[in-house]
C-alpha cells in the first residue's frame, strides 16, 4: 500500500469510527473554545491560487523519464487528434513525427490547449490524454518545432537547466494537414546510443507495440495493432497472452505502462487493456482504485484457479500467488480451492523438497529452520521429530522472516484459511539445536571392522605424508548421524566409518575423503561439531590445500595404500576399484605374452 492510500485509508476509518461513536453518544463533537472566527472590519475577499512559472519548468523536466517515453507521448498525442498513421524518423541529432491527425486548430485554441499546462480534457475527446501535459517531456530533450495548418510554434526551453517556459507562434500562408513536430536533441545521442536504442526499432518501441494504427520508425512499422495478434484470452476490459516464463508487461489501450508483479497475477505474459487505466501522471502506475484493473485482476484470478486444478506441479510464481492469497490478500478462498490448495506442493522443507499443506499442518509438529545448523535440522527432519520448514518459504516470496512470532502468526493464517485444526504445534528450532548437537562419538580402533581400520590406517599414513609436523593432528574412526568428519579444530580429525569403508570401492571415495580431510583441516581452531560457520579464512586455507599438487597426489597415495592394506589382509577390492585391476591384470597378462612371441 502507498502512503498516499494509507493516510486516505486511516482517515475515512476514524470518520466512520467517530460517527459511529458519536451516533451511540459516546462521542460528542463539539468545537474547542474560542473556534468562532474574529470578527471582521469588512466582507472578505475571494482571490484565485496562481502557479508560479517554475512549476512549468519542473512539469517539463521532472516527468521526463526518459527519451523513449517523450517519444511514445507524441505518439499517444497522434492517436488522441485522430491520426490513422504516425511517421517517425530519428538520426543521432534529433528526430521527426508527422502524423495524419486534427492538427493543432486555431490559434484561440493553440494559446488555451498547447500554451497552457493542466487544461483538462472532456469526456470522451481524447482516448489517452486528462491533463495535457505529456508533450513537456519531449521539450526536455530537444528544442522543437510544431507545425500544423498555418501555424508554427518553436519551443526551447534550453535542456535542463533552460532558459524561462516560451513559446513562438507564427502564420504562414500555406497550410500543412495534420501536425509535423521536429525536434534538435540539446545532446545529440553518441553512435553506441543510436545503435543500441533503434537499431531493434521494435524492442526499442516495445512502449506503443500495441496502439492501434500504424507507427512507423525509419519507415519499419515497430507496432503490431491487437487485432492482427493471436491472443490467449479476450474479454470486455483487456487482450491477454500468457507466457509463464517471461515477465507480466501491462499495456494501456496499447502503450506500455509496467512490469506487474508475477506474484499477484500467477503467470507472466502481456496484457492489454481495452478501456483506459486509472494512471498516475507519469503514465508508469496504476492508481488504486481502478474499475478497469480491478476486472483484469479478477479475470486472472479466474484462470489461476482453472490452473490450479489442472496442474500438479506448480511454477515459482504460481506459489507465490498462492501464499499471497492466503497470507496477505485477505481474499475469499471456495471450498474448492481450500481443498486443492490443501493438496499443492508450496512449502519448502530443509531438504529442498516441496510439502503440502496438508503434509506440513495435519501430521506432527512444525519447526523453522534457523540458517546456523543444517545437520540438526536434517535429522529433525528425516526422524520425523518435526516439519522443518525453512525462512526461505516465505521470504524468498516477497514475506520478511522476522522470527518465532511472525512464523506463528503465519501458522495461524494458514489453519484458519485453510480449515486445519487449531491445535498445530509449533516448536522453536533452538529446541532441537539444544537436545540433539551432541550425537558424534569416537570409536576405538578395536573395535572396527576390517575394512574400517584398513581404510583408516591407509587415511593415517597419507596424513602423515601431506601434513607438516606443526600441523597435523591425529585421525581417528567416529560415528555420527550428523556428521560425515568433524574435528575439534586443534588435535584430532574424526572421519566417520561409513566413509572408511568406502574407500575400497575406488578412486572416487578417495578423492572425497581427501576433500573431507581438507576441509577439516581449514576450522583452524574451531570446532565442526553442531552448528558452525565458515569465514572468509576458513574458505583461503581449503582453497590453498586443494589447489596444491600435493593434494591429488595425496588422493593417489590414499587409493594405493589402501589397495596395500587390502592385499595384506587377503581381502579383494570391490565396486570401481575391483573392476580397474581386474582390467589391468587382463592387461598386463596380454602384454606378457606379447612380448614371449617377440623374435
Not at 570 to 585: H, K
Request: charged share 25%; proline share 3%.
Amino acid at each position: 500500500m502507498r502512503t498516499d492510500e494509507m493516510y486516505a485509508s486511516a482517515n475515512c476509518e476514524l470518520q466512520i469510527a467517530a460517527s459511529e461513536l458519536a451516533d451511540e453518544g459516546a462521542l460528542a463533537l463539539v468545537p474547542p473554545r474560542n473556534s468562532d472566527p474574529a470578527p471582521l472590519d469588512e466582507a472578505a475577499q475571494t482571490f484565485a491560487f496562481e502557479v508560479d512559472a517554475n512549476i512549468i519548468q519542473s512539469l517539463i523536466h521532472e516527468q521526463a523519464g526518459s527519451l523513449r517515453k517523450a517519444l511514445a507521448e507524441l505518439v499517444m498525442n497522434s492517436v488522441d487528434a485522430g491520426a490513422t498513421r504516425v511517421d517517425l524518423t530519428i538520426t543521432h541529432d534529433g528526430f521527426t513525427v508527422a502524423d495524419d491527425g486534427r492538427g493543432l486548430g486555431s490559434q484561440a485554441e493553440i494559446r488555451q490547449y498547447f500554451g497552457r499546462f493542466g487544461a483538462a480534457h472532456q469526456k470522451g475527446d481524447a482516448r489517452f490524454g486528462r491533463f495535457r501535459v505529456g508533450r513537456g517531456q519531449i521539450m526536455s530533450y530537444a528544442r522543437t518545432c510544431w507545425r500544423s495548418g498555418v501555424h508554427e510554434l518553436r519551443v526551447d526551453v534550453g535542456g535542463n537547466n533552460g532558459s524561462a517556459a516560451t513559446y513562438s507562434l507564427a502564420t504562414h500562408v500555406d497550410e500543412q494537414p495534420g501536425c509535423i513536430i521536429t525536434g534538435q536533441f540539446y545532446r545529440p545521442m553518441s553512435l553506441v546510443e543510436f545503435n543500441y536504442y533503434f537499431s531493434h526499432c521494435g524492442g526499442y518501441f516495445g512502449d506503443i507495440q500495441f496502439i492501434d494504427i500504424p507507427v512507423f520508425l525509419n519507415g519499419i512499422q515497430v507496432n503490431t495493432p491487437p487485432s492482427t495478434v493471436t491472443w490467449d484470452y479476450e474479454d470486455d476490459f483487456a487482450w491477454y497472452r500468457f507466457d509463464d516464463k517471461a515477465g507480466l508487461r501491462i499495456f494501456n489501450l496499447g502503450v506500455f505502462v509496467m512490469d506487474g508483479d508475477r506474484a499477484k497475477a500467477g503467470t507472466g505474459g502481456d496484457i492489454v487493456s481495452k478501456r483506459a487505466l486509472k494512471l498516475n501522471m507519469a503514465r508508469n502506475a496504476i492508481v488504486s482504485p481502478c474499475p478497469v484493473w480491478c476486472a483484469i485482476h479478477e479475470q486472472l484470478n479466474r484462470r489461476f484457479a482453472v490452473n490450479l486444478a489442472r496442474r500438479g506441479k506448480l511454477s515459482s510464481d504460481e506459489r507465490r500467488k498462492l501464499l499471497d492469497d492466503i497470507l496477505i490478500s485477505g481474499r475469499p478462498i471456495s471450498r474448492q480451492q481450500v481443498n486443492l490448495i490443501r493438496r499443492a506442493r508450496i512449502l519448502d522443507d530443509i531438504f529442498g523438497e516441496l510439502r503440502t499443506p496438508e503434509e506440513v499442518f495435519d501430521v506432527g509438529p512444525l519447526t523453522i529452520y534457523d540458517g546456523r545448523h543444517p545437520m540438526v535440522a536434517e535429522r529433525v527432519q528425516r526422524e520425523g521429530l518435526a516439519h522443518v520448514l525453512i525462512p526461505g518459504t516465505f521470504s524468498s516470496y516477497g514475506y520478511r522472516f522476522q522470527g518465532g512470532d511472525w512464523v506463528q502468526a503465519a501458522i495461524s493464517v494458514f489453519v484458519e484459511r485453510l480449515n486445519f485444526s487449531k491445535q498445530q504445534r509449533f516448536i522453536p528450532f533452538s529446541h532441537f539445536a539444544q537436545t540433539l548437537r551432541d550425537t558424534s562419538r569416537v570409536i576405538e580402533d578395536e573395535k572396527l571392522a576390517d575394512d574400517e581400520r584398513t581404510g583408516l590406517e591407509a587415511l593415517r599414513k597419507v596424513n602423515a605424508q601431506w601434513q607438516s609436523k606443526t600441523s597435523i593432528r591425529r585421525i581417528v574412526a567416529g560415528a555420527s548421524d550428523l556428521f560425515l568428519a568433524w574435528t575439534d579444530g586443534a588435535s584430532y580429525i574424526a572421519v566417520s566409518t561409513s566413509q572408511l569403508r568406502a574407500l575400497r570401492r575406488g578412486s572416487y571415495a578417495a578423492g572425497s575423503l581427501m576433500w573431507l580431510l581438507a576441509h577439516e583441516y581449514a576450522h583452524n581452531d574451531s570446532s565442526s561439531s553442531g552448528g558452525h560457520g565458515h569465514d572468509f579464512e576458513f574458505y583461503r586455507r581449503f582453497h590453498e590445500m586443494v589447489s596444491s599438487p600435493r593434494f591429488a597426489q595425496a588422493a593417489c597415495q590414499l587409493m594405493l595404500a589402501n589397495i596395500d592394506g587390502m592385499v595384506l589382509s587377503q581381502r579383494i577390492p570391490g565396486g570401481e576399484l575391483g573392476s580397474f585391476i581386474d582390467a589391468f591384470v587382463s592387461a598386463t597378462s596380454k602384454m606378457r605374452r606379447k612380448r614371449r612371441r617377440a623374435p
